[in-house]
């Protein structure tokens, strides 16, 4: 989910606490190929899981998928973020999944959590965020059953939010913005076949999910008010000042031109989803 949903980014609780609500918003108006996604886990495992390991859990949204996905299965999140996981932890007893689901702080970039072997390890928008990729890659092979399965998800392109032409300032303002991120390596990940088969695993495929929605749900107006204010922030200093402007004005509470009154707001996403299994 990108540089904007990076679960760890942040150093401050209170950043976290800005992401964590990002990420719920994110799923709210973005989530809708999540379900898809966890349907074709289910169609790629050869006995129903016992275990499903979510890796850069966040807020859970995964493991509450895979939750639903799989009644029977344990479900164990992991996240270095305590904010994250108290998040995580309230959505599971909100949803009845207290008894099914735990929760594990964990920094890949120190070790693999002592968890026990797993059926599916499901890793959305976060492999691109551990320092070493292709250790923590072997890292999942190892914590797999033989026959496990791995999905590795990533966000392929920064979502659309905006009409190309705002009746403010110049056209195309989100195109600028997402060319001047992609200078910055905002959402830079390999694709991730050739490292997943150097791991050992086989089998890959690889799929690409859409998610629209017209017209956009209610929540849209503060996903892109929170989504851009990160976008404002990250180029400070690289757009012109009309551009600075006009994302103010998108940006303010009670501008009338805000993202939170606009009724033009469009939902236009995708995601890359890799499964592989453990020979």
Do not use: K
Request: aromatic share 6%; glycine share 8%; proline share 5%.
């Amino acid at each position: 989910m990108t540089q904007h949903s990076h679960h760890h980014s942040g150093h401050t609780p209170e950043h976290e606490a800005a992401l964590a609500d990002l990420l719920d918003l994110d799923a709210e108006v973005f989530g809708s190929y999540l379900d898809s996604v966890a349907e074709w886990v289910g169609q790629r495992t050869r006995e129903t899981p016992r275990r499903v390991v979510d890796v850069g859990a966040g807020t859970g949204v995964g493991s509450l998928t895979l939750a639903r996905q799989f009644p029977t299965a344990e479900v164990i999140a992991l996240d270095r973020s305590e904010v994250m996981l108290t998040r995580l932890r309230t959505a599971a007893h909100g949803q009845g999944l207290t008894g099914r689901l735990s929760v594990v702080h964990a920094d890949l970039d120190v070790a693999w959590p002592a968890v026990d072997a797993a059926d599916v390890v499901w890793a959305a928008s976060s492999l691109h965020e551990v320092a070493d990729p292709d250790r923590v890659l072997q890292d999942m092979y190892g914590a797999l059953n033989t026959g496990g399965v791995l999905v590795v998800v990533e966000m392929d392109a920064l979502p659309r939010l905006l009409p190309d032409d705002l009746g403010l300032g110049r056209p195309g303002l989100e195109s600028r913005c997402h060319e001047a991120l992609a200078r910055l390596d905002w959402n830079a990940h390999p694709n991730w076949r050739s490292h997943v088969e150097r791991a050992g695993f086989v089998d890959v495929e690889e799929r690409s999910f859409t998610s629209e929605a017209t017209p956009a749900p209610p929540s849209t107006g503060r996903y892109a008010q929170n989504f851009l204010r990160r976008i404002r922030s990250a180029l400070d200093g690289q757009l012109s000042a009309d551009d600075r402007d006009t994302l103010d004005h998108l940006l303010a509470d009670d501008d009338p031109d805000s993202v939170l009154h606009r009724g033009d707001l469009t939902v236009r996403g995708s995601r890359t989803v890799w499964i592989a299994r453990r020979p």
